[in-house]
């Protein structure tokens, strides 16, 4: 896949998209640059999780931030948030991204716009969807805990039935 003289990679998303960046961009991107270092074989990497859009938004960060310079967090926030500015692409979906390729600057990014953007309260979408998140867990471990109550209570009768079958 990556030989001594390769200068870029090809990488494939999910909805078939294909992008030929940097091997420098690549090297910036976790799971990319150990895929490269594991798989020998020509051809596109592909990216199962991830839509061709978001995947855009990932490669222009890590260009906005390769020459690696370590930054004070304010600066790295305001420098970094118009990718957060296209409505075509969630913050979420970007966030699941930078998840799936480890990309720990992006996530603690996203989850700092996601923070303040819930403080300043205009994300009314973003709110009802953690709400709901919330409430869909509580109505889970609700359930769970209800089917672990019927299954204690069969076994206490299915105990009960065997001693009497004993007893007679």
Do not use: W
Not at 99 to 120: P, T, V, Y
């Amino acid at each position: 896949m990556a030989t001594s003289n390769t200068t870029h990679i090809n990488i494939i998303c999910k909805d078939g998209t294909h992008f030929n960046i940097p091997l420098a961009i690549a090297n910036m991107i976790p799971v990319i640059k150990d895929l490269i270092e594991c798989i020998q074989e020509d051809g596109p990497i592909p990216l199962c999780n991830i839509n061709g859009n978001v995947f855009q938004r990932i490669i222009d960060y890590c260009e906005a931030n390769k020459d690696g310079e370590e930054q004070d967090v304010l600066k790295h926030y305001m420098k970094n948030t118009k990718y957060f500015n296209n409505t075509s692409v969630s913050i979420i979906d970007i966030l699941n991204a930078a998840n799936f390729l480890s990309i720990e600057s992006l996530i603690n990014l996203c989850c700092r716009k996601i923070a303040l953007d819930m403080m300043r309260g205009p994300i009314e979408d973003v709110q009802k969807t953690v709400l709901e998140m919330m409430e869909n867990s509580k109505e889970a471990v609700a359930a769970a805990a209800a089917d672990d109550e019927e299954e204690e209570e069969d076994e206490e009768e299915a105990g009960a039935a065997a001693a009497a079958a004993e007893d007679e």
